[in-house]
Structures are given as C-alpha cells and as structure tokens.
C-alpha cells in the first residue's frame, strides 16, 4: 500500500533527504503493487501474503539495507513511533544481538511499516503463505515474486543524489553499472542500541 504523504508534508520540509526516500518509496511501491497484478493475471496466481502475516520477518537472512533507508529507520523510531510499540520496539533493539528474526517486529507487526527497506517491500510470495520457519526463497522459490529490475534501478536513481552521485549520466552510469550494491549493509548485521538509546 501506497504512503499517505500528508501526514509527512511538514516532515519532508524540515527533512531534504526525507523527500528523496519517500519519493524513492512510492516508486517501489506503485511499481510493486502494478507488477504484482500483471504477474497474478498472467500466471493466474494469488498473493498470499497480507496484513499480520509476518513469519518472513523472523526467517529472512541478511536483509539488505541502504544507507538513506537507515537515516528514514532512525528518524522514524525516534520521531514516530509511539506508545507501547515504541516501548516494546526500544527493548528490542537494546536486547538486538544479530538473531534472525528482524528486531523491527513488534507483536507480529512491522514497528517502522511505512519506512522498511525496499527489500521487504519487494518481498511477495504466491499460493500459500509461509509456515513458521519456512524461508520460501529455498523451500518453493517459483512462489516467491521476483521483481523487475527496471523498478529497482529507478528508486536507486533517485537516491543516489543523496550519496553525492548527481548529474544524469554519472546516476545512469553508477546504475548501469548496478553499483549501488556497494552501498548495501545488512540489517542483521547493525548494531542497534545506539538507536534504542536514542529513543
Ligand atoms: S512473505 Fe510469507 S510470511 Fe511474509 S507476508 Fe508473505 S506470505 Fe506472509
Ligand atoms: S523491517 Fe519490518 S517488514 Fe522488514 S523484516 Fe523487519 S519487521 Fe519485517
């Protein structure tokens, strides 16, 4: 689902870098959702996954991750996230020791939803969702959605201004070239009591 941006508008004016992630999102997103239906209708499939579903988010390893997207994480944990959500979730990442299980999930619910990275908004299996443990990339990898790349390489470009890469032909070059992939870290692998501790 699409982000309602109006709730972020004055946000985005305080934040430059907040309108390059968002404008980035809504990218993945709208390309995502049109790609999705193609691919049910071509193949005559259903999307299995849906609201509360989160069994991925306790298997998935090495969830890739992007700088810009890290700014948005810790902005929005610090600034958005409320209540006992926002209490549950700080325990977490204090307690975070690299587990599996992404510390973001917070009584089966994404804690950071409207900004997780575009690994886990790309994320989509078909047919059956996932059994507690089952990672679908290897127990039925035709299930799982593969996205174009074409919507990928588009979001990147209108990130990579925030990494210092500007002007037309140097962005079309650094995609071409897919080296954004240089700029990826591993959710997992962060440690993240310095954000439990900021919020
Ligand atoms: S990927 Fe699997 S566990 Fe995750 S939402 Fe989809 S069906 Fe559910
Ligand atoms: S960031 Fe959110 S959607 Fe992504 S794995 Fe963690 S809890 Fe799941």
């Not at 430059?16 to 193949?43: C, F, H, M, S, T």
């Not at 999930?105 to 059994?131: G, H, K, M, T, W």
């Amino acid at each position: 689902m699409a982000i309602d941006r109006t709730k972020y508008k004055s946000d985005e004016e305080n934040h430059p870098w907040l309108r390059i992630l968002l404008d980035a999102y809504e990218v993945v997103d709208d390309g995502i959702e049109k790609a999705l239906q193609d691919y049910e209708e071509k193949n005559h499939v259903r999307l299995a996954c849906k609201k509360g579903c989160s069994n991925c988010c306790k298997t998935h390893q090495d969830i890739p991750v992007y700088p810009l997207e890290l700014v948005g994480i810790y902005w929005y944990a610090i600034e958005k996230v409320e209540g006992d959500t926002r209490k549950k979730l700080k325990e977490q990442l204090a307690a975070y020791k690299g587990e599996v299980s992404c510390p973001f999930l917070v009584d089966d619910f994404c804690a950071i939803y409207e900004v997780r990275p575009i690994s886990c908004r790309q994320f989509n299996v078909f047919n059956q969702i996932c059994n507690e443990g089952e990672d679908p990339y290897y127990t039925r990898k035709h299930d799982v959605f593969i996205p174009p790349k074409e919507i990928n390489d588009k979001a990147f470009s209108i990130m990579l201004p925030f990494y210092g890469i500007t002007g037309d032909e140097a962005i079309t070059d650094f995609i071409k070239k897919d080296l954004y992939h240089t700029l990826v870290k591993v959710l997992q692998a962060l440690s993240w009591h310095k954000l439990s501790e900021r919020m």
